[in-house]
């Protein structure tokens, strides 16, 4: 059974960066074919995807995040990690990390992306 | 941009029938996922490419799509499927996937 267990501090001050790790166990990054994601939920709001990463580092991101979202992968430590730079209160947020299932590509025009499972989320605040 | 429309709120008693839609211009052509959110849970996977129902999934939960609207029915509604409910899809730029939720509809069992 695939599990996903978000951490990192869960107060970041602002223009700082925020940085949270998703560990995977019951499954391999390295051998597996798939890609893994972050997807986060603002208090009161609804559920905005952040971005997505292969094992082999290979990443794409939601492009309302400009360039100050990273996501890498240390595949030997079934991790990947989620990088926000110069954040502010509105990067408040319960974070999650998932599984991409379907394939995580496009093809014929037709893309393959779902989350299952997911982790169970992590709070991050913004404040000084 | 790509978006998906849900209604804010759906009420319903008891043992009737909730019909949950979201809207995109995507949905012809792409698939549609349906995850049920609990208050300080994890989302859940009820439904994905469009109609297909997860294991483990009550057989009252179904999916449907027709043109640009899909919709997530829940036949027989218990008071343990009060929740968020959340469409999802993804559309294609450059070749990588962009993925998009609806903006959630909250189910309330009378």
């Known amino acids: 059974q695939v599990q996903l267990q978000e951490s990192g501090p869960g107060l970041v001050k602002p223009s700082q960066t925020l940085s949270l790790t998703c560990t995977v166990s019951?499954?391999?990054?390295?051998?597996?074919?798939?890609?893994w994601g972050w997807i986060r939920q603002p208090p009161g709001k609804g559920l905005e995807w952040i971005g997505c990463?292969?094992?082999?580092?290979?990443?794409y991101y939601n492009p309302s995040f400009e360039s100050r979202v990273s996501i890498s992968v240390d595949a030997s430590k079934n991790q990947f990690f989620l990088e926000v730079t110069s954040v502010t209160a509105t990067d408040t947020a319960v974070y999650y990390c998932?599984?991409?299932?379907?394939?995580?590509?496009?093809?014929?025009?037709?893309?393959?992306?779902?989350?299952?499972?997911w982790g169970h989320g992590i709070l991050a605040t913004v404040s000084s | 941009s790509y978006e998906l429309t849900q209604p804010p709120s759906v009420s319903v008693s008891p043992g009737q029938t909730a019909r949950i839609t979201c809207f995109g211009d995507?949905?012809?052509?792409?698939?549609v996922y349906w995850y049920q959110k609990k208050p300080g849970q994890a989302p859940v996977l009820i439904i994905y490419?469009?109609?297909v129902r997860p294991s483990g999934i009550p057989a009252r939960f179904s999916g449907s799509v027709s043109g640009s609207t899909a919709s997530l029915t829940i036949s027989g509604v218990q008071a343990e499927d009060e929740s968020d409910y959340y469409c999802?899809?993804?559309?294609?730029?450059?070749?990588?996937?962009?993925?998009?939720f609806g903006g959630g509809t909250k189910l309330t069992v009378l």
């Open positions: 999802q899809s993804a559309d294609s730029t450059d070749s990588y996937p962009q993925v998009f």
């Open positions: 995507a949905l012809p052509k792409q698939f």
């Open positions: 490419k469009d109609t």
């Open positions: 019951g499954a391999s990054i390295m051998n597996g074919d798939y890609y």
């Open positions: 990463i292969y094992n082999s580092g290979r990443t």
């Open positions: 998932a599984r991409v299932d379907g394939g995580g590509y496009c093809s014929g025009g037709r893309c393959y992306v779902y989350f299952d499972p």
